[in-house]
């Protein structure tokens, strides 16, 4: 079993071996390359906590992240998994974290910002400061994410992410491999050469919870007041930061 927030691993080899029999009989319905793709998915997954003791997940919460948390907790892996509580989700995305729980018995990490920081600026600059200005909203990503991120990452020898080339036009180079340059650690995209059919395909398969969000619209999900459902055609980080008008549609978290 695993404890909550704690990520300890207690479960028997026995246990294991007859999870991922059930795991892979549920998969039949799935396509022979996303069922290697799988497969190949919990191995690296494996692979990495055993390399990086103490490495960590972040958690966006949307749709691959939870393909990634399922795999994470199904095989009991030692690998802790948080999410940015900016203060601003909205709350389908907090109800899922509650559903995580029920599901799994593991609690999210959830890594708030420094609220004197946090209100500094609200009384500063106001509440929806970051429709004004990119500066203002890079501000206000960088007190809300960047910092907590940077803090949970610090001694840390690696974490891992969601990410997938598809995602932006900032994400096509990505690989599965590298060393994070701004935050000092490794940093694994397991995910990366995924579509976004093969993600689902899984996800429906293994009935893993997703964000309501997604079915009305939402590929990509943020904070709430930076968030909007997209149109046809659109790109699937259109729906961030819409105003702001640049093809770049990232928060700082991810930066090569």
């Known amino acids: 079993m695993l404890r909550g927030g704690q990520n300890e691993f207690f479960i028997s080899g026995a246990q294991m071996l007859l999870g991922v029999r059930q795991m892979m009989a ?11 793709q799988w497969a190949v998915l919990q191995e690296n997954l494996a692979g990495i906590a055993g390399k990086h003791p103490g490495v960590v997940f972040a958690s966006s919460l949307g749709v ?5 948390a399922h795999a994470i907790f199904d095989a009991g892996l030692p690998i802790e998994v948080f999410t940015l509580d900016t203060g601003r989700l909205h709350p389908e995305t907090l109800a899922l974290v509650d559903h995580i729980h029920d599901r799994y018995g593991v609690t999210v990490n959830m890594v708030q910002p420094d609220p004197v920081a946090v209100k500094r600026h609200v009384d500063e600059h ?6 004004e200005s990119i500066e203002l909203r890079k501000a206000c990503c960088g007190l809300r994410k960047v910092e907590p991120l940077r803090r949970i990452l610090q001694g840390r020898p690696a974490w891992v992410t969601g ?12 690989t599965e491999t590298e060393f994070d340059a701004v935050f000092g650690l ?14 689902w395909e899984v996800v429906h398969a293994l009935d893993i919870p997703y964000n309501p969000l997604h079915d009305q619209g939402y590929p990509s999900i943020g904070c709430e007041p930076c968030t909007r459902a997209i149109r046809a055609g659109e790109d699937i980080r259109s729906g961030r930061w819409w105003w702001e008008q ?4 990232e928060c700082g978290l991810h930066v090569s």
């Not at 694994?188 to 995924?194: D, I, K, Q, S, T």
């Not at 640049?246 to 549609?249: F, N, T």
């Open 26 to 36: 549920m998969l039949t319905s799935v396509n022979t390359a996303t069922s290697g």
């Open 64 to 68: 691959e992240d939870m393909l990634m």
């Open 126 to 131: 106001g509440a929806f400061a970051f429709y």
């Open 163 to 174: 990410q997938r080339r598809e995602q932006s036009l900032t994400r096509t180079e990505l």
């Open 186 to 199: 490794h940093k694994y995209n397991p995910l990366a050469n995924w579509t976004l059919e093969q993600v």
């Open 246 to 249: 640049k093809l770049s549609r």
